[in-house]
């Protein structure tokens, strides 16, 4: 079982910045990729960044330029700095990871998510 928790999550003014921060319980170098999605109310969950075991990051397009997600091998945390905060960023974030188990001799992947943070910009 791998636990993840989020933090950084609250109210921000339009144009204001957050950093939101995933730890995870186990080492993030074990892990195939780590991802932060968000879920505003009466939509569907999306995915906002995400960054691999070899540091590639890919944003959904909406973020391009803003947000920038990052890692900290040593702290077994990734970040996510939200800069430019618009007030459509509004929604839960969550924290994802993709894990590769072995068991009985196969491997196999599972994903794991934090309970969310809240992020709420104000106009």
């Known amino acids: 079982q791998v636990q993840l928790v989020e933090s950084g999550g609250g109210l921000v003014q339009a144009g204001g910045s957050l950093r939101l921060s995933c730890a995870a319980s186990i080492s993030i170098r074990s892990i195939n990729a780590m991802r932060w999605y968000h879920q505003a109310p009466g939509k569907q969950r999306e995915l906002v960044a995400a960054?691999?075991?070899?540091?590639?990051?890919n944003y959904a397009n909406s973020v391009k330029g803003r947000f920038t997600i990052s890692r900290d091998n040593a702290k077994n945390t990734v970040y996510l700095q939200m800069n430019s905060l618009k007030p459509e960023d509004t929604a839960v974030y969550y924290c994802?990871?993709?894990?590769?188990?072995?068991?009985?001799?196969?491997?196999?992947?599972?994903?794991?998510w934090g309970q969310g943070t809240q992020v709420t910009v104000s106009s």
């Open positions: 994802n990871a993709e894990v590769t188990h072995y068991s009985g001799a196969v491997y196999y992947t599972k994903d794991y």
């Open positions: 960054i691999t075991a070899g540091s590639t990051t």
